[in-house]
């Protein structure tokens, strides 16, 4: 559903699920225009249900033991939730708004960018959407028809990796979580790991004509990083990557190599601002075609002085909100909660 204006965080509970639309009764258009690394339309979903997810803590070290009640922890996300959307309306971002229901049983739901992307005709030919093979099966059911058939009245080309799920060796590519896109110069970075297979990742290279730039991360624990997204963003002009996460010499140096050939200033993070979610932020736009980088108010305040001057030269501005319980209870951040519509 297309909410507009600012809605009051005290009032997020009483969103009333969307109508099931036909074609051609859509909410957007694709983008058109020449190829664009940032989108001024998110898709966002509410954290309705949202909890614990005890599937994907087996390998989402980001999550963390919360003590609150579970209705606590759920009206926590949604004020959380509220606010960030209040703060993306008020800058000119327009936000497609969908409602997530209890009975689905789809605690993560609120992380929308790792089960679909969507591709403007400038970026792959004609306007797409690509669908990802899930690890668990709440994240597959996060596929709700009605988001399904919105998307595909808009995009006229679908592309689906989802039949790996259900392979007899299932392997899973779970969207921009595992891979981060520089949509420009058409190059995929992307850590290898139980929700990253290599063969689903160059498959999906072949069909998108992008280059992949594969390489191995592990979190200060010295275990695997699970979404690239944690430890790395790209932007326009703005690369935002733990390279110390890297831990091979010349995986590293091909990162490196890749972000300086298309032109990026690096804002090298440590370990434990990955562990603050620096890494997990997205550059977007607004209608003026401002560049906003989307953050935390946790990833915010662990950037260094420094880093955010190198930040405020090549974006117009930061925009930051608290969204602790959606951090510490679900393993993810800002920029998970946004997938953008080209």
Known sequence: ???????????????????????????????????????????????VGFKTNAETAADNYFMKPCLQTVDAVEKAALQE????????VAVGVDVVLFVSERFHNTPDAVFPNNWFTTHPASEVGEPTVVFYPMKTVSRRNERRQHIMAQLHAV??????????????????????????????NKVAYAALSQRCYEKIARAWAIKL??????????????????HTNV??????????????????????????????Q????????TLAQVDNFCG???????????????????????????????IRRHVDAIIHSDISTIEQVGGGGVRCMMAELF
């Open 209 to 226: 004509k992008y280059k992949l730039c594969l390489f191995k991360a592990l979190d200060i624990q010295g275990r695997p990083i699970y």
């Open 262 to 269: 298309s032109g990026h200033t690096i804002v090298d993070i």
């Open 1 to 47: 559903r297309r909410v507009h204006g600012k809605p009051d965080p005290s009032c997020s509970m009483e969103l009333t699920p969307p109508r099931a639309l036909q074609p051609p009764y859509t909410y957007w258009r694709p983008l058109e225009g020449k190829s664009l690394q940032t989108s001024s339309r998110l898709l966002m979903i509410t954290p």
């Open 81 to 88: 939730f509220s606010l960030l959307h209040q703060k993306l």
């Open 231 to 260: 430890m790395m963003s790209v932007g326009s002009r703005l690369a935002v990557v733990c390279l110390q996460c890297i831990t091979d010499p010349d995986e590293r140096s091909r990162v490196v190599s890749s972000l300086n």
């Open 280 to 310: 997990n932020v997205l550059e977007i736009s607004n209608r003026d075609g401002n560049r906003l980088l989307v953050m935390s108010t946790r990833a915010f305040n662990a950037f260094t002085a420094p880093q955010k001057d190198i």
């Open 155 to 184: 995009y006229t080309r679908e592309i689906s990796f989802t039949m790996w799920e259900t392979s007899d060796f299932p392997h899973f590519l779970e969207g921009t979580g595992t891979l981060v896109l520089d949509r420009v």
